[in-house]
């Protein structure tokens, strides 16, 4: 089965905490390509990353980072000195080799970055 | 700026109605997508196209069909609405390689069916 699952449905946090959203994802294929979605309150999803499953690097940009582990199915997002624009819902999503029409996403995580 | 724009941001509609959701790229893309976002469920493919009158089911394809006869058109009909497609809806196109290509979306369309 794929699947993605980010078993966090909200969370809230007051502006200026870390944050980290879990996203947790099954695929039998040894290739596959793991990506973050932002939804802001407007409603459009925005691409913030892609992972390719042979780059296990960490990456960051800006105040986001992203920690890819193999080993554990994992694909989780942090949020470091979170801000209230941050608010929105994130998802994650999974593209298998076996189709590259389809893009598996999780059922979203919304974050709630109070004042 | 790239876009893609939905015709409609809210709709209500009576059920057995034809609805209409017509979504529009500015950048040339290929391949165009309609998905359905519920709460707890994320989003769900229900069509794509990855060419000029060229369609494919997703995920969720009964009681919709699509039509693309233009590139940049790509529009998702409900022929006989029903309240379990109340729901809101979100199209998205891509460009690039079809493995790493980032879908870019519109703000999406909320229906609600009476």
């Known amino acids: 089965a794929q699947k993605v699952t980010q078993a966090q449905t909200e969370i809230s946090v007051v502006e200026k905490e870390d944050v980290t959203l879990d996203c947790v994802y099954e695929?039998?294929?040894?290739?596959?390509?793991l990506f973050w979605y932002k939804q802001p309150p407007s409603g459009e999803l925005v691409f913030l990353i892609r992972?390719?499953?042979?780059?296990?690097q960490n990456e960051i940009s800006g105040r986001y980072s992203w920690n890819f582990q193999k080993s554990t199915s994992s694909f989780n997002f942090t949020i470091t000195a979170s801000q209230v624009v941050d608010s929105a819902v994130y998802f994650c999503?999974?593209?298998?080799?076996?189709?590259?029409?389809?893009?598996?996403f999780g059922s979203g995580t919304r974050l709630l970055v109070r004042p | 700026d790239v876009k893609v724009t939905q015709s409609s941001r809210y709709l209500v509609k009576r059920t057995g109605e034809k609805v209409f959701l017509e979504c529009v790229q500015d950048?040339?893309?290929?391949?165009m997508f309609w998905y359905r976002q519920d709460p707890g469920l994320g989003l769900r493919l229900i069509y794509f196209?990855?060419?000029?009158?060229?369609?494919e089911k997703g995920d969720i394809p009964e009681g919709y069909s699509v039509s693309r006869e233009k590139k940049e058109r790509f529009s998702l009909i409900l022929e006989s609405a029903s309240t379990n497609q109340t729901s809101m809806y979100l199209c998205?196109?891509?460009?690039?390689?079809?493995?790493?290509?980032?879908?870019?979306f519109g703000e999406g369309s909320r229906l609600t069916v009476l």
């Open positions: 695929t039998r294929d040894t290739t596959y390509y």
């Open positions: 998205a196109s891509r460009g690039g390689d079809r493995y790493t290509g980032e879908l870019f």
């Open positions: 999503a999974l593209r298998p080799m076996d189709s590259s029409y389809k893009l598996i």
């Open positions: 196209s990855y060419d000029v009158k060229m369609k």
């Open positions: 992972r390719n499953s042979f780059d296990e």
């Open positions: 950048m040339d893309h290929e391949n």
